[in-house]
């Protein structure tokens, strides 16, 4: 079963920027589309972006777009998350997981997704 191991959070101020990593464990992620996720205390899961298998489709929800990029790099069997412009309300645990596509008109679904990863916490506070 793939395994998915998150990494690349922290604290950050306001205006900062993170970059997440979500690498596989034991499989490779050529043949699966991957999507991030976050979930804040109290609220519910949100998926964030998610990407194609072959990096040629991409999605991004809304409270996101032109702040994050999604990219990955099958080379080094790992997607990224690179985040610009953080905000407070960015804060949140940060998890990475696997479908079998990126649905690009729709909003990303954590439903559609498996083999999710433990999570990387990010804090955006001054």
């Known amino acids: 079963q793939l395994q998915l191991v998150e990494s690349g959070g922290g604290l950050v101020q306001p205006g900062g920027s993170l970059r997440l990593s979500c690498a596989a464990s034991?499989?490779?992620?050529?043949?699966?589309?991957i999507g991030w996720f976050r979930q804040a205390p109290g609220k519910e899961r949100e998926g964030v972006s998610c990407?194609?298998?072959?990096?040629?489709?991409?999605n991004y929800a809304d409270s996101v777009k032109g702040r994050f990029t999604i990219s990955r790099d099958n080379a080094k069997n790992t997607v990224f998350l690179q985040m610009n412009s953080l905000k407070p309300e960015d804060t949140a645990v940060y998890s990475c997981?696997?479908?079998?596509?990126?649905?690009?008109?729709?909003?990303?679904?954590?439903?559609?997704?498996?083999?999710w990863g433990q999570g990387t916490q990010v804090t955006v506070s001054s």
């Open positions: 990407i194609s298998a072959s990096g040629g489709s991409t």
């Open positions: 034991g499989f490779t992620l050529d043949y699966y589309a």
């Open positions: 997981a696997a479908s079998a596509l990126c649905r690009t008109y729709t909003y990303i679904s954590p439903h559609e997704y498996d083999s």
